[in-house]
């Protein structure tokens, strides 16, 4: 008479070789995790690289990415040790003779949703982030300046965004000095070039104190504005950072506002 355990059916090569592939499988996933877990960590801090690279005045936070980051890696982890867990359970099962499968991978699924939950999280914060990124007055185009120039797009041509900036100097009662058509003096010349005008303007009563108080400053005002469009038929507006200009020709805090007023226009030019 036979005894249970000779009753049973012995595991054969193949059921070992296709554990081991199984194990392997899980491996693959767990270091995929945790890959792409470092990846998603580091994003924040890639966008906070470009937000300095772009000279944007209003830092954002990019902390959650950091979260989303950790928690893949940790789930990396435990990937790792539940297909090293589950692959010893398995072997001595085979060594058993019990080669059936008597439950769901209920493991497998609890992970498969989690990473859903995840994706769908990152998604939605990619998402926010984009927004925030499209809401932001001051964007640079260009990721290696650093001349103290700041280019706003604009959302109209350049002859729409010229009249428009004329119509917001007018009704402030700030003086046009001069614009500048370049490239309707290249034509002119027989040269072509995109559109690309200069507005040079400003106020006697606010550019007086500001040249008193640094006359170099002189070669930079009145302000100065230049609407373009690039190759891609892209409008830029891009003018002098106040920032920029205070600290080159040592302008006192207090007249900073007198030249800070240019932001306010070219946000109001490209809208």
Same mark, same amino acid.
């Given at each position: ?20 592939? $199984? ?5 693959? $996933? ?83 949703? !989690? ?26 185009? $260009? ?33 046009? !000095? ?17 559109? $690309? ?75």
């Amino acid at each position: 008479m036979e005894s249970p355990a000779e009753g049973k059916q012995k595991a054969g090569l193949s059921d070992y070789l296709a554990a081991e592939r $199984t194990l392997l499988a899980w491996i693959r $996933t767990g270091l995929a995790l945790m890959g792409f877990g470092f990846v998603a960590a580091r994003f924040g801090l890639f966008l906070q690289e470009l937000q300095f690279a772009q000279h944007t005045r209003s830092a954002q936070s990019y902390g959650l990415s950091l979260w989303f980051g950790t928690a893949l890696i940790m789930a990396g982890v435990f990937v790792n040790i539940f297909a090293g867990w589950r692959h010893i359970q398995l072997a001595r099962q085979l060594d058993r003779g019990e080669t059936s499968l008597s439950r769901p991978a209920t493991q497998a699924i609890a992970i498969a949703f !989690f990473l859903a939950a995840v994706g769908l999280a990152m998604a939605i914060y990619l998402v926010s982030v984009r927004n925030s990124a499209g809401n932001s007055k001051e964007i640079s185009m $260009t990721l290696s300046r650093n001349n103290g120039i700041i280019d706003t797009p604009s959302k109209h041509s350049v002859d729409q965004t010229v009249e428009k900036l004329k119509t917001n100097l007018e009704a402030k009662g700030v003086t046009l !000095f001069a614009l500048i058509d370049h490239s309707g003096e290249a034509e002119k010349a027989g040269m072509k070039m995109h559109p $690309t005008k200069l507005l040079i303007f400003g106020s006697p009563k606010a550019g007086t104190p500001v040249m008193r108080a640094a006359p170099t400053s002189a070669i930079d005002l009145p302000l100065k504005i230049l609407i373009w469009e690039d190759a891609q038929g892209k409008v830029w507006i891009s003018y002098n950072s106040p920032e920029y200009l205070q600290a080159r020709h040592g302008v006192p805090r207090e007249f900073l506002q007198s030249i800070a007023v240019v932001k306010t226009f070219a946000a109001n030019a490209g809208e």
